[in-house]
């Protein structure tokens, strides 16, 4: 059984580039009439740092509709989500422009005090923007999808009642940052775990919920929508940095997320559909498939909307994840039951 849950990371450019209007606001409008159209809903992981920080500094005037948006969404059934990048916190707006503070970029290497502060001044921040004084997300992405070293912002997330997380792509590969979610390929559509992300252990806290990736062959990567290579070689600011992002690239195969912004309608379709024959082979399985999708990377709202056509006519449903959180919990506590029962029993 397919189930199809849409994520929308909701940010502007990583080095704090682009207008909120265009990167947030607008494409967040087009995407939520589409949905409602199909009456589904996305899960939107809204960037708390950046959103804080524009407000505080004053230096874009659409903050009040974003935070407004955020509120409505949150209001009509989709799900607010935790997404951070916390290289936002220290960061100083000069002369037009938004310095940030990349020592911070990811959470999880962080000093523990610090990641503590951090999660707590995002929850406070997304309490205040939807006006709900009590509320915890369910879900939580992390920052250019860095949940590694996973163990202590993991801990302290948990303390807080975040309990999906939905940061790996499966084979994702980033010399620069040390991720590494190739050991999560032996890995299914979904997977409990504690201390490291890309270990399933039946006992754990969490459950992960990956984005969905099908390796490629390099040839397959860039397409007229997606972002070029040399855009990401781009992003390198030195030449150890650009060396890494080359060693990235040298494998035979390549993670390609189901993202819906970047992607063609083909493209789209054809992943899926190789789920569909997959799941009639093996039709007993729960194959929750996460799309990703960013309002910075909207350029083509007619393919999202014909993307959800699809599914409608192949009877896939759309779901967030709290949609699906009750039937994983009740799927992973089973299969904790049934290894349990092959444990043999030391007595006999
Ligand atoms: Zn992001």
Request: glycine fraction near 6%; include cysteine; charge should be positive.
């Amino acid at each position: 059984m397919i189930e199809c849950v849409f994520t929308l990371d909701y940010e502007i450019y990583g080095n704090g580039a682009g207008t909120l209007k265009d990167l947030v606001y607008e494409p967040g409008e087009r995407l939520r009439d589409i949905f409602r159209k199909w009456k589904a809903r996305f899960v939107n992981f809204v960037e708390l740092a950046e959103f804080e920080k524009i407000e505080e500094c004053g230096t874009d005037r659409t903050i009040d509709l974003v935070k407004q948006q955020i509120r409505e969404l949150s209001l009509d059934g989709f799900e607010t989500a935790m997404h951070l990048h916390p290289q936002w916190y220290n960061a100083v707006y000069d002369r037009g422009r938004w310095q940030l503070d990349y020592s911070e970029y990811n959470l999880c290497t962080l000093p523990l005090p610090r990641i503590a502060q951090i999660v707590d001044r995002a929850l406070s921040y997304l309490r205040h923007v939807t006006n709900r004084p009590g509320f915890t997300p369910l879900s939580f992405r992390a920052g250019n999808w860095l949940f590694q070293p996973t163990e202590a912002a993991a801990n302290i997330l948990a303390g807080k009642g975040v309990k999906i997380d939905s940061s790996v792509f499966k084979g994702g590969l980033q010399h620069n940052n040390t991720l590494d979610y190739r050991r999560a390929l032996k890995n299914g559509y979904y997977w409990r775990f504690d201390s490291d992300v890309n270990q399933q252990v039946s006992s754990g806290r969490w459950i992960e919920v990956p984005i969905y990736t099908e390796m490629v062959p390099f040839w397959r990567m860039p397409t007229s929508k997606r972002l070029s290579l040399s855009n990401s070689f781009g992003a390198a600011r030195t030449a150890k940095q650009r060396l890494n992002r080359a060693l990235d690239f040298l494998r035979p195969r390549y993670p390609l997320k189901l993202d819906f912004c970047r992607m063609t309608l083909k493209e789209l379709t054809s992943m899926v559909d190789r789920v569909i024959r997959e799941d009639s082979a093996e039709p007993g399985l729960h194959r929750p498939l996460v799309a990703i999708g960013h309002t910075k990377d909207l350029s083509d709202p007619q393919t999202v909307d014909a993307f959800l056509a699809f599914l409608r006519s192949r009877e896939i449903t759309i779901s967030t994840f709290q949609d699906i959180y009750p039937k994983l919990l009740r799927e992973t506590e089973c299969a904790q039951a049934s290894n349990a029962a092959r444990i043999p029993n030391p007595a006999k």
